[in-house]
């Protein structure tokens, strides 16, 4: 058997061809068991849009018009179970909203389609409800504060938490502002 050997890890600072800051994740694409059922969550749940879909096999998601943000298929997958704990694959996708209300609004979709969460959390960089699609795909649904409120340790390090997120307050966002 063949083992992988660890690199040591490298801060920003250290490595002298670090990727370029405007990268970032373009979209995700999961394997879903049933196509159907996993578009009546990310579309009727989470209200993103079908950008298009290809018949039972596959289908593609956005907000605001994008191509896909999130792609569903069932080549691999149809009628299948999820991942037996213990196993490697993907954690859970990230998605990032652009206000705190927007996020609230999220929390209130999830309320009303009568759906559970896994856990919210504040962790200091940001808010974060946590969440199974219908396949036990991990999602978090989060806000990110603006990079001068993040917390910082006495070396200018970056101190992430993870604290209980109050989701009344959160809820507060969706409340009309006094003029």
């Given at each position: 058997?063949?083992?992988?050997?660890?690199?040591?890890m490298?801060?920003?600072?250290?490595?002298?061809n670090?990727?370029?800051?405007?990268?970032?994740?373009?979209?995700?694409?999961?394997?879903?068991?049933?196509?159907?059922?996993?578009?009546?969550?990310?579309?009727?749940?989470?209200?993103f849009q079908?950008?298009?879909?290809?018949?039972?096999?596959?289908?593609?998601?956005?907000?605001?018009?994008?191509?896909?943000?999130?792609?569903?298929?069932?080549?691999?997958s149809r009628?299948g179970?999820?991942?037996?704990?213990?196993?490697?694959?993907?954690?859970?996708?990230?998605?990032?909203?652009?206000?705190?209300?927007?996020?609230?609004?999220?929390l209130?979709?999830?309320?009303?389609?009568?759906?559970?969460?896994?856990?919210?959390?504040?962790h200091?960089?940001?808010?974060?409800?946590?969440?199974?699609?219908?396949?036990?795909?991990?999602?978090?649904?989060?806000?990110?504060?603006?990079?001068?409120?993040?917390?910082?340790?006495?070396?200018?390090e970056?101190?992430?938490v993870?604290?209980r997120?109050?989701?009344?307050?959160?809820?507060r966002?969706?409340?009309?502002?006094?003029?």
């Amino acid at each position: 058997m063949s083992t992988t050997p660890i690199l040591p890890m490298r801060n920003e600072q250290q490595n002298p061809n670090p990727v370029e800051p405007g990268t970032r994740i373009g979209h995700v694409h999961l394997k879903v068991a049933d196509l159907d059922r996993a578009l009546a969550f990310y579309n009727g749940v989470l209200g993103f849009q079908l950008m298009q879909r290809y018949g039972r096999d596959a289908a593609f998601v956005s907000a605001g018009g994008y191509h896909h943000h999130i792609g569903l298929n069932t080549w691999e997958s149809r009628g299948g179970h999820p991942p037996a704990p213990g196993t490697t694959g993907l954690f859970h996708t990230a998605i990032l909203y652009p206000t705190r209300k927007a996020l609230a609004a999220a929390l209130k979709r999830l309320i009303d389609a009568k759906w559970p969460l896994d856990g919210a959390s504040d962790h200091g960089v940001s808010q974060a409800l946590y969440l199974r699609d219908p396949d036990e795909n991990g999602v978090e649904l989060y806000w990110d504060r603006p990079q001068s409120e993040w917390p910082r340790n006495a070396d200018g390090e970056l101190a992430m938490v993870t604290e209980r997120l109050d989701l009344r307050d959160l809820l507060r966002e969706l409340e009309p502002q006094p003029a």
